[in-house]
C-alpha cells in the first residue's frame, strides 16, 4: 500500500506542540514558567537551525514529567490537544489527509515529538499509524530520557525503516510533507516530497531540487 507520510509540528498543525504543551504544564504548574519557557525557546531555536541534537533538547524540556506515571500524563495529554491543538490543525493538511485516504494510501505521522503526544493528537486526526520518540520508563515512571532511536533527521528514516519491516509495507511511491530542514534526510528519500510551509533553508533546497512548495492554511 502506497504511504502518505506527515511530519507533524509546523506542518499539520500551526505550531510547535512540545513546546504548547510545556506552555499547558506552566498553567497546571508542573514547571517554573519565567526559568523554564524562555530556555526551551532557546532550545528550540538552536534545534531547528541544527546546533544541537533533539537528545540535547529532550534533557531539558523532558525534566517537568521525571517521576510521572504514563497514566497520569496521558490524562492531561488528552484534554490539552482538544483545548490547545485542535483550533490549530490546518484545513489545507485536513484535505491532503482525505484525498489521500480516498485514493487508498496508508497515512502515517512521524515526528520527533514524545509518542504520547503525537499518539493523541492523532487520535483528533483520525490516524492510527504514528511514529514519535519513544521514552524512557523506569519502574512505570518517566525518567527523563528517550528510549532508542529519535525519531529526528536520518532517525526518522532509520525507525521508518523498522516500522516498514514490521509492518509489511514498503516506500515505493511514498509521499512526506513537512516544513523543516531537520527532515531533508526523508524528504530526499522518498518518490514525492512536499515542503508545507517551510523554513528558509528548506525552501531554497525544494526550489532546487523542484520539489512542490505548498501554503497550508
Given at each position: 500500500?502506497?504511504?502518505?507520510?506527515?511530519?507533524?509540528?509546523?506542518?499539520?498543525?500551526?505550531?510547535?506542540?512540545?513546546?504548547?504543551?510545556?506552555?499547558?504544564?506552566a498553567d497546571l504548574g508542573w514547571l517554573d514558567r519565567d526559568s523554564?519557557?524562555?530556555?526551551?525557546?532557546?532550545?528550540?531555536?538552536?534545534?531547528?537551525?541544527?546546533?544541537?541534537?533533539?537528545?540535547?533538547?529532550?534533557?531539558?524540556?523532558?525534566?517537568?514529567?521525571?517521576?510521572?506515571?504514563?497514566?497520569?500524563?496521558?490524562?492531561?495529554?488528552?484534554?490539552?490537544?482538544?483545548?490547545?491543538?485542535?483550533?490549530?490543525?490546518?484545513?489545507?493538511?485536513?484535505?491532503?489527509?482525505?484525498?489521500?485516504?480516498?485514493?487508498?494510501?496508508?497515512?502515517?505521522?512521524?515526528?520527533?515529538?514524545?509518542?504520547?503526544?503525537?499518539?493523541?493528537i492523532a487520535e483528533r486526526l483520525g490516524i492510527a499509524d504514528?511514529?514519535?520518540?519513544?521514552?524512557?520508563?523506569?519502574?512505570?515512571?518517566?525518567?527523563?530520557?528517550?528510549?532508542?532511536?529519535?525519531?529526528?533527521?536520518?532517525?526518522?528514516?532509520?525507525?521508518?525503516?523498522?516500522?516498514?519491516?514490521?509492518?509489511?509495507?514498503?516506500?515505493?511511491?511514498?509521499?512526506?510533507?513537512?516544513?523543516?530542514?531537520?527532515?531533508?534526510?526523508?524528504?530526499?528519500?522518498?518518490?514525492?516530497?512536499?515542503?508545507?510551509?517551510?523554513?528558509?533553508?528548506?525552501?531554497?533546497?525544494?526550489?532546487?531540487?523542484?520539489?512542490?512548495?505548498?501554503?497550508?492554511?
Open positions: 500500500m502506497t504511504l502518505a507520510i506527515f511530519d507533524l509540528d509546523d506542518t499539520l498543525i500551526d505550531g510547535n506542540s512540545p513546546s504548547l504543551w510545556l506552555e499547558h504544564l523554564f519557557i524562555p530556555r526551551e525557546q532557546e532550545l528550540v531555536a538552536q534545534y531547528a537551525a541544527l546546533q544541537i541534537s533533539l537528545e540535547d533538547y529532550f534533557a531539558f524540556s523532558l525534566q517537568p514529567l521525571v517521576g510521572r506515571t504514563p497514566e497520569e500524563v496521558d490524562y492531561i495529554a488528552g484534554p490539552f490537544v482538544e483545548a490547545v491543538i485542535e483550533p490549530l490543525i490546518h484545513s489545507d493538511a485536513m484535505r491532503a489527509v482525505a484525498r489521500h485516504r480516498a485514493a487508498g494510501e496508508r497515512i502515517l505521522i512521524i515526528s520527533a515529538t514524545p509518542s504520547f503526544l503525537v499518539r493523541a504514528v511514529l514519535g520518540t519513544d521514552l524512557e520508563l523506569q519502574h512505570g515512571h518517566y525518567s527523563g530520557r528517550i528510549s532508542g532511536i529519535a525519531t529526528a533527521r536520518e532517525g526518522k528514516i532509520q525507525r521508518l525503516a523498522q516500522w516498514l519491516e514490521e509492518q509489511g509495507e514498503a516506500l515505493a511511491g511514498a509521499h512526506f510533507y513537512s516544513d523543516s530542514r531537520n527532515d531533508l534526510p526523508l524528504l530526499s528519500h522518498v518518490a514525492h516530497p512536499h515542503a508545507v510551509n517551510p523554513d528558509a533553508a528548506l525552501r531554497a533546497h525544494a526550489e532546487r531540487q523542484g520539489w512542490e512548495i505548498l501554503h497550508w492554511r
